[in-house]
């Protein structure tokens, strides 16, 4: 099996920083992608950011574009989550997630990640 296990997250004000760590342990793994969701209280999970494992092509929600990046270090396993300018609709749960079968596109679709991390707090003070 493979565990995504997130960190990073906090309490911050409005106009600060965070960066998000997301290490994957296991069997040999191997993603086409890797992405971030987040979920606000009583909201929906939302789409952030992905990147193809191979390429590094990014896809970004378009409120977090300009803000948030995506990068990842593939010989480490790790995705990680830069998130500058934080405004308080930030606020979440944020999760990371792994999609391995080989399907391109549709990256806002959490039904085409097969694995999850258990998350990780942000709140953003205003």
């Known amino acids: 099996q493979v565990q995504l296990v997130e960190s990073g997250g906090g309490l911050v004000q409005a106009g600060d920083s965070l960066r998000l760590f997301c290490a994957a342990s296991?069997?040999?793994?191997?993603?086409?992608?890797m992405g971030w969701f987040r979920q606000g209280a009583g909201k929906e999970r939302e789409f952030v950011a992905a990147?193809?494992?191979?390429?590094?092509?990014?896809y970004y929600l378009d409120s977090v574009k300009g803000r948030f990046t995506i990068s990842r270090d593939k010989a480490k396993n790790t995705v990680f989550l830069q998130m500058n300018s934080l405004q308080a609709e930030d606020t979440a749960v944020y999760y990371c997630?792994?999609?391995?079968?080989?399907?391109?596109?549709?990256?806002?679709?959490?039904?085409?990640?097969?694995?999850w991390g258990q998350g990780t707090q942000v709140t953003v003070s205003s």
């Open positions: 997630a792994a999609r391995e079968r080989l399907i391109f596109g549709d990256w806002r679709n959490p039904r085409l990640y097969d694995y």
């Open positions: 296991g069997r040999t793994f191997s993603p086409y992608a």
């Open positions: 990147i193809s494992w191979g390429v590094g092509s990014t």
